[in-house]
Nanobody, 124 residues
Framework: QVQLVESGGGWVQAGGSLRLSCAASGGTFSSYVMGWFRQAPGKEREFVAAISWSGLRTYYSDSVKARFTISRDNAKNTVYLQMNSLKPEDTAVYYC?????????????????WGQGTQVTVSS
């Protein structure tokens, strides 16, 4: 089973950018669909972005489309989330997630492994 560790969170002003990284170990990284989710205080965990094992297919929630970019480097066992034009409503704990199998979509219900999360705070 793969283990996941996120990094790159922090504080940024609205309009700024952050890049999250998620390093995987202990499994065959290239066989997993990878995703990012987020959870704001008092809210349910929600999907942000996903990427197929090959990196050729990506999928985004409507709220981040055109602002966030997910990518992966299978040689480094790492998935990234580049976040641009950040808004205060993007403030949340961001979680990396892995799902075994094919395709490019991932849901909370079918995640095999979660990272520990990294805080992103966007001030207005």
């Amino acid at each position: 089973q793969v283990q996941l560790v996120e990094s790159g969170g922090g504080w940024v002003q609205a309009g700024g950018s952050l890049r999250l990284s998620c390093a995987a170990s202990g499994g065959t990284f290239s066989s997993y669909v990878m995703g990012w989710f987020r959870q704001a205080p008092g809210k349910e965990r929600e999907f942000v972005a996903a990427i197929s094992w090959s990196g050729l297919r990506t999928y985004y929630s409507d709220s981040v489309k055109a602002r966030f970019t997910i990518s992966r480097d299978n040689a480094k066992n790492t998935v990234y989330l580049q976040m641009n034009s950040l808004k205060p409503e993007d403030t949340a704990v961001y979680y990396c997630a892995a799902r075994s199998g094919s395709g490019y979509q991932i849901r909370v219900e079918n995640v095999d492994t979660w990272g520990q999360g990294t805080q992103v705070t966007v001030s207005s």
